[in-house]
């Protein structure tokens, strides 16, 4: 093997992969540039100081003699370490771990009776910027978490830009923003000790969602299988509020927004995070860049659920201004109005991912905001917080967070001000600038506030009535639940309490789960070794809503990746039949073997991905065995602790923990060439749902993708009785 030369010719700066797209080129003001993106990269073959002076040296600093003491006037040492040390900004204090990507929104012009957003008409494209994150955890923790996910979309629309800044979960904790740092101080560590990291499974969060229990829904949804999301690529994301519409008659809406991944909704089994969480905790960003990268690029649908503009604003007796609510898709179904693809990564994390700004306030005409006070706010709370992260108030004028529509604001100044303004008239109305700049009318896209009628009341510090019931819809979501998606919400509640310390922390949610079925409350009880108490309210009636339910139906199976565990002694055309096959369904397969390098020695050498001591079956979504392989050379405990005791005999000890996890946590298995004999082994019976054992490949690979796209084998262990 021959190394690969320091290259000794200058040259300029290489060029992004062809994967990464930067922000568009356009000016402080909103000015399309039409410079090239490269434009606002390095530039140069020769290292510079950050004023553009050449340096003929970066590895010593200027001493007075080789050995004597480092001299002040070393300009170069002084800025390079003076920027080092203000590389990073204070981190958010929620969302702070995220991952983000480019993309486009075609609007499928279906909302133009309810809105006038041009961004909507239909087949206007629109770029956007989509952040995903976690919400507890700061920047270093791990990705798979049970915990919220953030899913922010900016669209950079010809009217300004809109910020769609939701969750993967259409409830909130709280129904006033007064309670936010309640709720983040509960569920953040422990002030004292600075523990756990990104978690809600310690005592102040359940401390505090136990004694307020208007947090119960959300609680709810938590702990059910939306926690531990698979895939960015496989969540919902919701606008959680209720928004209003105006069309260009003046005629308003109420709506809630919905993303729907084309890929189905789908979540990791609880044991499978918390093995990614130590062997990858980049999971979900890698995942998602990946999928751009091999263009497999992900793609959402928008919709909206509407409802009358009424004067109570409820909707079949639910109040749309309470944030820890939804309307069940059945009572008003997700009307699609818009497509977004990712089709690129970021070209560098900080510029764009870390510092892009989402706000609930920047709306466009059409799209208005009502009276949730959760949402009220977010509006000055997103504001305020910018303006600390990044440094001031021209924070919009950092390329990632430029409008691609003109600004004529009349802001001036301020720290980071990078626009050079013209006029000496920066207010109006005036005359020294022509008396530009003017207002614009409805008739000239002005966002004009809809003129909602405001109830006659006195100031008070209080929740409308219809906030008060904290039970129902937690009920409801419970009812909608499939009968393996109840036991994972079982097990999470049950995991996480055994993790409290305080004992009158536990009992105060058995009281509230008991409120909401006693099916939930008892075999929680039952897993903390408590009495299950009586419910303190009557047991509302509540309609199941399948469409809460992440089960049950068929999905594309689109970037999954399948590993196909092989050693030399494995029939290798099969091999490459079961790779073509893999890739023509547009899913992406991995040779695992004993080794590094290729399996076979003829002129069509298969290339090996992963080893059996690098592989772990949760970077799967499916398996396929090529016979039951040998032990591998490094299969001895000393080398791989995964191997275990040597000398045992049968397949690699790897190779089948490889199948025992992936067969407990629902995945889709199959093989030939005689890798009955592993399953075997593992004591896992060969005709059991989701997996597919033949004399050939192709029928093999074909059942695979067809147990796919189901997800998981779900009824492979049916619920207790």
Not at 455 to 475: G, L, T, V, Y
Not at 651 to 674: F, I
């Amino acid at each position: 093997m021959t190394t690969k030369p320091t290259p000794e010719t200058p040259a300029e700066p290489q060029p992004p992969k062809a994967d990464q797209e930067g922000p568009e080129t356009v000016s402080p003001t909103g000015q399309a540039t039409g410079a090239d993106q490269a434009r606002t990269a390095q530039s140069g073959a020769y290292l510079t100081t950050a004023q553009g002076a050449r340096l003929y040296d970066s590895d010593h600093s200027l001493k007075a003699g080789a050995r004597g003491p480092v001299l002040l006037q070393d300009h170069h040492l002084r800025e390079k370490i003076t920027h080092f040390d203000h590389e990073r900004i204070p981190e958010r204090v929620v969302h702070a771990r995220g991952a983000a990507a480019h993309g486009t929104f075609q609007g499928y012009g279906t909302a133009g009776e309810l809105t006038r957003a041009g961004f909507l008409a239909k087949d206007v494209e629109t770029p956007v910027f989509v952040r995903f994150s976690t919400v507890l955890g700061s920047r270093g923790s791990a990705d798979t978490v049970r915990d919220t996910r953030g899913f922010a979309t900016k669209f950079y629309t010809d009217e300004g830009t809109f910020d769609l800044v939701g969750n993967n979960m259409p409830v909130f904790f709280i129904q006033d923003a007064v309670k936010f740092p309640d709720i983040i101080h509960a569920g953040k560590p422990h002030p004292d000790r600075e523990i756990p990291q990104a978690q809600s499974a310690h005592d102040t969060f359940w401390d505090f969602v136990s004694l307020h229990t208007e947090a119960t829904h959300h609680t709810m949804w938590n702990m059910s299988d939306r926690g531990i999301p698979r895939s960015y690529r496989m969540m919902e994301g919701f606008g959680v509020h209720t928004f209003r519409l105006v069309n260009a008659a003046g005629d308003s809406t109420l709506v809630k927004f919905h993303w729907k991944p084309k890929l189905g909704v789908h979540s990791l089994v609880w044991e499978e995070a918390q093995l990614i969480n130590g062997m990858d905790p980049d999971f979900h960003r890698r995942d998602l860049a990946d999928a751009i990268a091999s263009g497999a690029f992900p793609q959402w649908e928008l919709g909206i659920q509407a409802f009358p503009d009424t004067a109570d604003q409820m909707f079949e007796g639910i109040d749309l201004l309470d944030p820890t609510k939804i309307v069940p898709e059945e009572l008003a179904p997700v009307q699609p109005i818009g497509l977004m693809t990712l089709t690129a990564n970021p070209k560098n994390y900080f510029a764009e991912t870390e510092q892009v700004a989402f706000h609930p306030g920047h709306l466009v005409p059409g799209i208005d905001v009502t009276d949730d006070p959760l949402l009220a706010g977010r509006l000055f709370s997103y504001l305020d917080t910018q303006i600390s992260r990044l440094g001031g108030p021209n924070f919009g004028q950092i390329p990632i967070n430029r409008p691609h529509a003109p600004v004529n604001d009349m802001l001036r100044d301020g720290m980071h001000q990078t626009a050079v303004h013209t006029g000496v008239a920066p207010y109006r109305p005036n005359s020294l600038d022509g008396g530009c700049p003017f207002l614009a009318g409805a008739d000239t896209s002005a966002f004009i506030e809809t003129p909602v009628k405001v109830p006659e009341a006195s100031k008070i510090r209080e929740a409308p009535a219809s906030f008060a019931d904290h039970f129902s819809q937690p009920r409801l979501f419970w009812l909608s639940m499939t009968p393996p998606e109840r036991e994972h919400i079982i097990a999470s509640y049950t995991f996480e309490l055994n993790k409290c310390q305080e004992q009158t922390v536990k009992e105060r949610v058995l009281g509230v789960l008991a409120n909401i079925d006693p099916e939930l409350c008892g075999k929680v009880a039952d897993g903390l070794g408590l009495p299950a108490p009586a419910p303190t309210s009557p047991l509302g009636e509540a309609e199941p809503s399948p469409a809460l339910s992440q089960l049950g139906k068929d999905w594309p199976v689109d970037g999954r990746v399948v590993g196909i565990v092989a050693d030399a002694s494995s029939e290798l055309d099969g091999v490459r039949t079961a790779r073509q096959a893999i890739l023509d369904a547009g899913m992406v397969p991995l040779v695992v073997a004993p080794a590094g390098g290729t399996l076979g020695r003829d002129g069509d050498p298969v290339a090996v991905q992963r080893t059996f001591a690098t592989a772990r079956s949760v970077e799967f979504d499916a398996l396929l065995f090529v016979g039951a392989p040998e032990p591998g050379a490094d299969a001895y405990g000393a080398r791989d602790a995964k191997a275990g005791t040597p000398g045992r005999g049968g397949p690699d000890p790897r190779v089948a923990l490889l199948l025992t996890e992936a067969y407990r946590h629902g995945k889709a298995l199959g093989g030939w060439n005689g890798a009955d004999r592993l399953f075997e082994a593992a004591g896992i019976g060969t005709d059991g749902p989701g997996i597919a054992l033949g004399e050939d490949a192709a029928p093999v690979v074909e059942a695979l993708v067809t147990a796919l796209a189901g997800h998981r084998a779900w009824d492979r262990f049916p619920p207790a009785a």
